[in-house]
């Protein structure tokens, strides 16, 4: 009863450099989130993503960042030139629809990111 | 707007004492409003939700919440803290499409 996997769950990478954020969802959701928890904050939702689409990047920043949900294989979040403020725990969450109100989100335990 | 407030960032205590950890919430929509967990270095886990049916909730381990309209409150409860219940909790409202998170409140339990 595999549920949310997410590699690599630490992540150090130098400034410039890009990161790549793996998530594999609870078998049979097709529906992915990815949230950003900075230090002593909440989580804040950045992408909500079906297979092969896009639904919602409104909290995703315009520039170095993207995020896939291909047919086949699992979810990246991908980060060019990282920064030091990017440094943070990145969370992905899947459903098995995308009502979220009524359907439960299932979270993986975090990629932790450092940028050194 | 939409917003979560978490009015306590850590509260402590005792085992075997009760549980309240607070949070508000302002939406222009009927929200659904969950309480999630998250034990260190684990991913989020949810303890209860509420959906518009009964104001009263009962979750996982012994939580239970009641949503408040007129206060527009949605607080947890336990009657009597185990020491497992130490961790960062975290109130979480869905409204206009999107989830909104409080910025957490940390359980310490004290033997």
């Known amino acids: 009863n595999a549920g949310v996997m997410q590699n690599p769950r630490h992540l150090v990478r130098r400034r410039g450099q890009e990161a790549r954020l793996r998530c594999s969802p609870v078998?049979?959701?097709?529906?992915v989130y990815w949230y950003r928890q900075l230090p002593e904050e909440g989580l804040k939702f950045m992408v909500y993503?079906?297979?092969?689409?896009?639904?919602?990047e409104s909290g995703m920043p315009k520039e170095r960042f993207s995020a896939e949900f291909p047919k086949e294989g699992p979810s990246i979040l991908r980060i060019q030139q990282v920064v030091r403020g990017d440094s943070a725990a990145y969370f992905c969450?899947?459903?098995?629809?995308?009502?979220?109100?009524?359907?439960?989100?299932?979270f993986g335990p975090g990629t932790r990111l450092t940028v050194t | 707007a939409q917003s979560v407030t978490q009015l306590d960032s850590h509260v402590s205590v005792s085992e075997g004492t009760p549980v309240l950890l607070r949070c508000n919430y302002s939406?222009?929509?009927?929200?659904?409003l969950f309480w999630y967990v998250q034990h260190p270095n684990k991913g989020l886990q949810l303890l209860l939700k509420?959906?518009?049916?009964?104001?009263l909730v009962k979750g996982i381990n012994g939580f239970e919440a009641e949503f408040k309209k007129s206060e527009t409150s949605f607080h947890l409860t336990k009657p009597s803290a185990h020491m497992s219940d130490a961790a960062e909790y975290f109130c979480?409202?869905?409204?206009?499409?999107?989830?909104?998170f409080g910025t957490g409140t940390s359980l310490t339990v004290i033997p």
């Open positions: 993503l079906q297979k092969e689409n896009i639904i919602d």
């Open positions: 939406s222009s929509y009927s929200p659904s």
């Open positions: 078998k049979g959701h097709s529906h």
């Open positions: 969450a899947s459903s098995p629809l995308g009502t979220g109100a009524t359907y439960e989100q299932y």
């Open positions: 509420y959906t518009s049916a009964a104001t």
């Open positions: 979480v409202v869905y409204t206009g499409n999107q989830f909104y």
